[in-house]
């Protein structure tokens, strides 16, 4: 147990829908990221949040928009859903005070979304 | 941009040591990873190098050399379990970036065969 926790685990839906992904991050973690992982394309960073703040943006689409609250849990918001979106999406959580820290990631279960 | 290449599958047999390389090209390096990941499951750190050279921890070992944009994890006395994808993945800061990003390689998917 990472102690990173996503929620739902699972989640199927049509095209053009909107669905929310959870994820708290593991206690004391300032850091959130999410990732989506597709079968061909492996783990794609998507954006990064640091204490409430946007820090770092991937190959975010623009039909995706996430943020992370005052409690640090985070949100990833996935609208007009297509079907190339069914994928499994990934939240990590890290802790990096400084640039030789380690701050490796520690992922959740992941939430598989499928758009049908 | 980021590029990291790694084989895409690998076999080895129950006992064996097996070596999965990673190359990459980047600027602003600020460390290397490997992660596992079983299938369907979330990636489990594995291990970490910023400096060149080896780190070893039990039956896993990771190298680094960073002039040559490679590392490798090496896999000892290897077990069925082990069968899974193993994910290099590069930290480096872009230019004009204010964070770090780690970005990670497609994976290499090792069985493991008795």
């Known amino acids: 147990d990472s102690g990173v926790t996503q929620t739902p685990k699972h989640l199927i839906t049509a095209t053009g829908q909107r669905v929310t992904l959870r994820c708290s991050p593991r206690?004391?973690?300032?850091?959130v990221y999410w990732y989506q992982q597709s079968l061909d394309q492996g783990l794609q960073f998507l954006i990064q949040?640091?204490?409430?703040?946007?820090?770092a943006k991937g190959n975010i689409l623009e039909r995706f928009s996430a943020q992370q609250f005052p409690d640090l849990h985070s949100e990833l918001n996935l609208s007009s859903l297509e079907l190339g979106d069914s994928a499994l999406y990934f939240c990590?959580?890290?802790?990096?005070?400084?640039?030789?820290?380690?701050?490796?990631?520690?992922f959740g279960e992941g939430s598989r979304l499928t758009v049908l | 941009g980021q590029n990291i290449d790694q084989p895409t599958e690998m076999t080895a047999t129950e006992g064996a040591i097996v070596q999965i390389n990673c190359t990459y090209q980047?600027?602003?390096?600020?460390?290397l990873f490997w992660y596992q990941q079983h299938a369907g499951e979330a990636p489990t750190f594995l291990s970490y190098?910023?400096?060149?050279g080896l780190e070893e921890k039990g039956r896993f070992s990771s190298f680094l050399s960073r002039s040559k944009g490679y590392s490798y994890l090496l896999l000892k006395e290897l077990q069925m379990k082990d069968s899974a994808s193993y994910l290099c993945?590069?930290?480096?800061?872009?230019?004009?970036?204010?964070?770090?990003?780690?970005?990670f390689g497609k994976g290499t998917k090792l069985s493991v065969i008795p």
């Open positions: 990590a959580s890290s802790v990096k005070t400084h640039d030789r820290a380690r701050g490796e990631l520690f």
């Open positions: 206690s004391g973690d300032l850091s």
């Open positions: 949040y640091y204490n409430g703040e946007e820090r």
């Open positions: 980047t600027s602003g390096f600020n460390g």
């Open positions: 190098n910023v400096l060149d």
């Open positions: 993945a590069v930290r480096d800061r872009r230019r004009g970036a204010g964070s770090y990003q780690l970005t």
